[in-house]
Every structure is written in C-alpha cells, then in structure tokens.
C-alpha cells in the first residue's frame, strides 16, 4: 500500500514539474527579419506548432507554399492555389499560431473589401497596442491570393522570391480569413497591421490574401496580450545578417 | 480505498494542468516603446516578476529610480546611487528578467571599458541573432552611472523625464554588471545592444551604467532563445500612441 502511495505521489510530482502549460499566447517560431533575409529552412513541425495554437498562419520549410492553420488542422496552400492537410511532420521557418479565444464579434450588414474591413476593426478594436486574432466567415463574392513557390538553395530574400508568386482570382466563394492585427512596436519582430490567410469552407483551396469583397462577414476577434517566440537553433539563423530598413521590404511581401 | 485513490489521482491531473512551468525565457512586461511614450505606472509586482526570473533590469513605477535583480534579489537604485531592496509589492512599468543560466565564461586579463566590453563579447558570443544575459563581476576602477527621478503626471516622454537624471561617478568599487545584449529585430520591443545596470558587491550602490573601467572581470553570458512578454491591461498602455522613428531617442536614453 505505502509502495502504491508512493507511486502515486511521483506520479503528481512529475505533473507538477513536466506539466505542458496551454499557452495563452500568441507564439511565433521566428522574427520576420529572420523570413525576410532568406531564412526559408523549417525549424518547427507541424506537431510542435499545434501545441502552440489551433488558429494562425504562415510559410513551410523552403517557402513551400502558405500556411493557414484553422479549427486545430495546418494547412498548406500550393502554387496551385488548392489546400492540402499536413502531416505532423511538417516544419515551418514562420509562423504565427494562438489558441484562438473570441472576445468580440460582429455582423457588419454590409459588403467589406479589404480596406473595409481594416476601417470597421480600427473603430471597433480596444486598443491598437494589443494583438488580436481575426477570423471573418463570409461569401466571398471575390477574393485575390497568392501562394509562394518552393524555393531552392542558396534561399534568395523574400523581395526576390517573391517574385515567382503564383496569384488567383476567385469568385463566388465561401470560406474564412484567418490572421491577425500586429502593434505597430512589433515592427522587427512580426508585420505590424493585418495579415490573412484564406481557406475556403470545403477545405480545398486558400492562400495569401490580396484583396476580396466579402457578403455578410461573421467576424470574431480575439485580444492577445501574451507573445512567445522561440528562437530557431540552425546555423541559418544563426548567421543571417539583419537589415535595418525594411519597411519597403515588408510592403513588397505583404502585396 | 477507492476514494483515496480518487483523491490521489485528482491531485495529479491538477498538477498537470496547473504547475507554473519556470519560464526558460527573456521575459518583458511592456515593448519598450510604451515606456518611451510616458507609460510609467507600474504593471507588475516584484512578487510576479520573480516567478519570470532571477537576474535582469528595468525600472520602477513612476520611473522611481533604476531596477536591477541579482541572485533574486530586486534592488531599487535611487537618485542618490544607493540601493535598497524592493518589497514584493513594487511595481514596474518595464522590465526584463529570466533565470540566469551561465552558458560560456570568459576572463580576460586586461582591463576593459564599456566599448571593450562589448568589442570582447562581440568577438565570443556565438550569434547577433540570440538574446544573451550578461553578468561582469570585477573591480571598478571607475564607473559612470545614473539614476532617473520619480515623475509626477501627467508623465512626460522618456527623453524629457531622463533630462533630470542624476549621474554618479565612483571608483575602485567592487561589484557586478547585470544586463543583456538585445538582438537587432527586437528594435520595437527593447533596446539593441547592450544594456547594463550596477550592483556594488556591498549591495549598497548601484545605476543606469554609462561607462566604467573594469579590472579582472569575471564575465558569464547565458543564450537565451525564448522571449515572452505579458502586456499591460491599463488604460496608459491601451492608449499610448505609437512613434515609429525612435532611433534617435533610444540612443539618448541609453547614454
């Protein structure tokens, strides 16, 4: 019986010490400046990433495509503009995950392009200085996305692999945008403003997004006020030479 | 029996979900950016910042003179250069913390400045890319320090409340520098490059360093990988506005 007690008090003490806390936060495995210096090799699989977050997006290892992460399932969107489950072996160079939380939720009656929506969630949104979690469900009567090509060795920097992006017109669509509204002060670390991600409701197709017009958007936003980020431990990281000014840069990428 | 059983395994599954996990982490309270912008009033306890680390710098609530955490002991610097040890229920508006862990050590034989300092570790430390915490333990044949005086609101921007900054000048004092060296990407978030605060090794003097001659320094530098940082929920930091040219004002803070 002691014996039993005994394991059993082990057994709590190693909980108590090896307990895998859920992070409240928005994590991230990488700082864009990483990204945009042509640090393309993926540090992080899939199944690391879904203990960080069940909601966000990013790129794969290589640039291979874009990631969008919705409902606990990672996605990758191809050249082709179709989306593919991924394995849990997959790895990504960057992304931006959270366990999504809704705070506050909308149903604008009107039609959103993108600026729209940017406008109607600058009004709305507690504070500019807080990350929060976008995710808009709509018909989306058109929708513009991109999708980067895999990359080869020697990576160029993301102005330049850019470049090969593949872009798609889509009309008549339903689905869902998923990203987030970054600070302003997050400026080295992430892409301050909006960044989405699109997946259409059957699962099938998705991407970067560029531009849309959205019908009866169900929006939900979700206040961050925790961030993580682990550094990668790859030589490539290591190395990579920062750039002071990239605003240009970001601006490049981001359209 | 059963009901012992019951009640063991109730006890681990809480362990589980509730341990406070050590943060292996560089941990802020605030972007550096709210503090430029006046954002003053303390956030966190010592009591709460402990839990994040053991080893780190900042400042306290009201800008109430210099903070610096050694061996996990939370100092107070006041204008008049002394120190005094902090209660668990002062507050800080900024700090960065973790729990020292010594990963390379160093002792050169000859004397360094601050410029040498950084030269010397520059050469050693393994990437620009990686947070490191930095402990210099030595003989100071000089030191040049500061300390800020508390501020009344309504608080004015950084680089006008350090104007009343009183500076101090000792030598051949023993003691220990704490700081870090901050990669480039975290501009918006914390200050790139180095960053030192001053404990005498009586623990009775201390400061903002600005410059000093070190002899027989003992230098530990630990790498740190993960970054996390909790915002604020006061309304001061939902409302501080955002300043996207702060180069110029960083580099008069720091000196």
Same sequence: chains 1, 2.
């Avoid at 996305?145 to 872009?167: C, F, G, H, M, W």
Wanted: one cysteine or more; glycine letters at 8%; a negative charge.
């Amino acid at each position: 019986m002691k014996k039993r007690y005994s394991f059993l008090i082990l057994l709590f003490l190693f909980g108590c010490t090896h307990a895998p806390a859920k992070q409240d936060a928005v994590f991230q495995n990488a700082p864009i400046h990483a990204l945009l210096a042509g640090c393309y090799t993926g540090t992080m699989t899939v199944q690391e990433l879904e203990k960080r977050g069940d909601f966000g997006l990013g790129t794969l290892d290589a640039l291979d495509g874009e990631m969008v992460v919705l409902d606990r399932i990672f996605y990758q969107i191809k050249p082709d503009g179709k989306a593919y489950r991924l394995g849990g072996d997959a790895t990504s160079p960057f992304a931006t995950v959270t366990f999504f939380k809704k705070d506050q939720e909308f149903s604008p009656g009107e039609a959103l392009s993108y600026k729209d929506l940017t406008q109607f969630l600058d009004e709305r949104l507690l504070s500019s200085n807080l990350f929060y979690a976008v995710k808009v469900e709509g018909r989306f009567k058109t929708l513009k996305a991109r999708s980067a090509p895999r990359q080869n060795k020697p990576y160029p920097v993301l102005t330049e692999a850019i470049k090969d992006q593949k872009v798609f017109e889509w009309e008549n669509l339903e689905g869902t945008l998923v990203g987030f509204r970054v600070p302003p002060y997050m400026e080295g670390i992430n892409v301050p403003g909006y960044h989405f991600h699109f997946l259409s409701k059957d699962r099938t197709i998705g991407g970067h997004v560029i531009d849309f017009q959205v019908e009866g958007p169900r929006i939900e936003a979700g206040e961050g006020r925790k961030f993580m980020m682990e550094l990668p431990e790859n030589e490539e990281f290591l190395k990579f030479r920062f750039e002071a000014d990239t605003r240009e840069a970001i601006a490049t990428v981001e359209k």
